[in-house]
């Protein structure tokens, strides 16, 4: 299988006087051609630090990357020429509408005129935007702004797209919507590198997943062969008195031999489970014990679980999020 990106011990340090910020510290990826590949991680982990040099937008300090063939230092514009990329934010000039942006990246791309506003108009219906456009960017909800920002990057359909968290706060719909968009691109045959802190958007959209932390790659794998890694299954259990739930969860954890999770809900638990064959024998004995179990399930761990455990915290851990943000600040 070809390679789309390819990257050896990727480095990026940024220094202000004595201090030294490693934002990338060693990081190897393979990217094949085709697809969706993932790159998940909490903010400040590294993501768009990564983005940034495959895209050309910043030096590497050390290491080698090869964007579909090309050096991204010795041979940047024959990426340049190859790629697309969108940002956390809009690229767009917020007073012009959103026809006019599209037929201005579309002249600075060597369209004719005509050819310009044709192509503009074709991008608006296929994102649904039509009756939009000739509203100012700067009136666009947020799920309008990340779509014209997606259809700007595609005025000339690239071979590889980054996707530097292209739904970060938008709502539900918005997100579906982009997330329908990112599956339209991959069908036309561009390749898709995306970076998230959503895992959820992680398992809804990438072939491939590599998990991301304090600059490093430290996993990747599907998104089944990562959740496999942490265990066989995920049981979930719901205890009919709350009373009794840390009772519960201490005979589980001596007959499956794995800690339990205590969440926010006071009558609910989980585990990972490494045997599920062993998990009625010991829902069992939980009854024996004269603790009625209302309702249980057993699953695969969810890609939550598989940070908790890579990680040692949750992906949505705000104070390790404030620290990254204040280091790179």
Do not use: C
């Amino acid at each position: 299988m070809s390679l789309a990106i390819e990257t050896t011990d990727l480095v990026k340090v940024y220094r202000s006087g004595q201090t030294e910020n490693r934002a990338v510290d060693g990081v190897d990826l393979a990217v094949g051609s085709g697809g969706i590949h993932g790159v998940l991680g909490p903010n400040g982990a590294g993501k768009t630090t990564t983005i940034r040099m495959l895209a050309t937008l910043t030096v590497p300090t050390a290491g080698e990357a090869r964007v579909l063939g090309y050096d991204v230092v010795r041979e940047a514009p024959e990426v340049r020429a190859r790629v697309a990329m969108t940002g956390q934010f809009a690229s767009l000039d917020e007073d012009l509408t959103g026809f006019e942006n599209l037929v201005l990246l579309a002249r600075l791309y060597g369209y004719s005129r005509t050819a310009a506003r044709d192509r503009a108009a074709e991008l608006l219906e296929a994102f649904d935007l039509s009756a939009s456009a000739g509203k100012q960017v700067k009136a666009y909800s947020g799920g309008m702004r990340r779509r014209i920002d997606i259809a700007g990057s595609i005025v000339v359909r690239p071979e590889l797209m980054f996707l530097d968290e292209p739904t970060t706060g938008l709502d539900p719909r918005s997100r579906n919507q982009v997330w329908a968009i990112v599956r339209a691109l991959v069908g036309a045959g561009t390749t898709i590198l995306l970076t998230t802190q959503y895992l959820e958007e992680a398992d809804q959209l990438a072939d491939r997943i590599s998990v991301i932390d304090h600059g490093r790659v430290i996993a990747e794998g599907t998104s089944g062969e990562l959740k496999a890694s942490v265990g066989s299954g995920a049981l979930t259990v719901r205890v009919a008195d709350p009373a009794r739930r840390t009772e519960v969860a201490a005979l589980l954890t001596e007959s499956l031999g794995a800690p339990a999770d205590l969440g926010s809900d006071p009558a609910s638990l989980s585990m990972r489970v490494d045997d599920p064959t062993a998990v009625a024998g010991a829902l069992a004995r939980v009854g024996d014990h004269g603790v009625r179990i209302s309702e249980y399930a057993l699953g695969q761990p969810s890609l939550d679980e598989v940070f908790l455990a890579l990680t040692g915290r949750p992906a949505d851990d705000q104070d390790h999020q404030d620290q990254q943000k204040e280091t790179v600040a």
